[in-house]
């Protein structure tokens, strides 16, 4: 597609349950990254995808996080037992080798 | 570790007038990226620049100017003619050296509004 593209825009979900985000990059970006932004942390780094090498995932604030990204392109965020303070803004965002990242439009979770 | 302050948490410019936003750096790195993004309310960041740190040649596109300054640590951001469309949060970030852009840490944000 044109742009990087996030599902869903909005996500209201109760505390406890499992989420699942989605992240379709641009098409023939190799690097795929994911951030969390919230009013109290800014903009928070999470994991990185770059082709086919082991992912960084030293931003993953828990366990109850994790991330895939299959066939090199679409990538899926989960959320395990969701808490109120993972309540957030998710953006996903892809580049080429050496380029800047460009972002979706995020995810809103809100966790009640 | 690395670090981007913006100093700036909110400014308010009147349509017209010019107005710098501040970024300044910390990193023990010899050579890093260094980019602005743009945050309309529509929440999506659009990427606006990248800098190598080689380069500290200043750049204008349009209404738009950076002001690199390794001596210093600055990577400044002014806007010429500001229109109501610049109301934004501008987030200024680093990033390490090495295949591309990559974990990038992000300034606090500024936000502008340009008031007609």
């Known amino acids: 597609g044109a742009g990087v593209s996030q599902s869903p825009s909005n996500k209201v979900t109760e505390k406890g349950k499992d989420v699942e985000l989605r992240c379709d990059p641009i098409?023939?970006?190799?690097?795929l990254y994911w951030y969390r932004q919230s009013l109290g942390q800014g903009l928070e780094f999470l994991i990185y995808?770059?082709?086919?090498?082991?992912?960084?995932k030293s931003g993953l604030p828990s366990d109850r996080f994790s991330a895939e990204r299959t066939g090199g392109s679409v990538s899926t965020l989960t959320i395990q037992r969701t808490q109120q303070e993972d309540s957030a803004v998710y953006l996903c965002?892809?580049?080429?080798?050496?380029?800047?990242?460009?972002f979706g439009q995020g995810t809103r979770l809100t966790v009640v | 570790a690395q670090k981007v302050t913006q100093a700036q948490t909110e400014i308010s410019v009147v349509e017209k007038e010019d107005v710098t936003l501040d970024c300044v750096y910390e990193?023990?790195?010899?050579?890093?990226?260094l980019f602005w993004y743009k945050q309309p309310p529509s929440g999506e960041l659009v990427f606006l620049i990248r800098?190598?740190?080689?380069?500290?040649q200043n750049e204008i596109s349009g209404r738009y100017s950076w002001n690199f300054q390794k001596s210093t640590s600055s990577f400044n951001f002014t806007i010429t003619a500001s229109q109501v469309v610049d109301s934004a949060v501008y987030f200024c970030?680093?990033?390490?050296?090495?295949?591309?852009?990559?974990?990038?840490?992000f300034g606090k944000g500024t936000k502008l509004s340009v008031i007609p």
């Open positions: 965002a892809s580049s080429q080798m050496g380029r800047g990242a460009f």
């Open positions: 098409s023939g970006h190799t690097a």
């Open positions: 995808f770059q082709g086919n090498s082991a992912p960084d």
């Open positions: 990193t023990r790195d010899t050579t890093y990226y």
């Open positions: 800098r190598n740190s080689f380069d500290e």
């Open positions: 970030a680093l990033t390490p050296p090495g295949a591309g852009s990559y974990q990038l840490t």
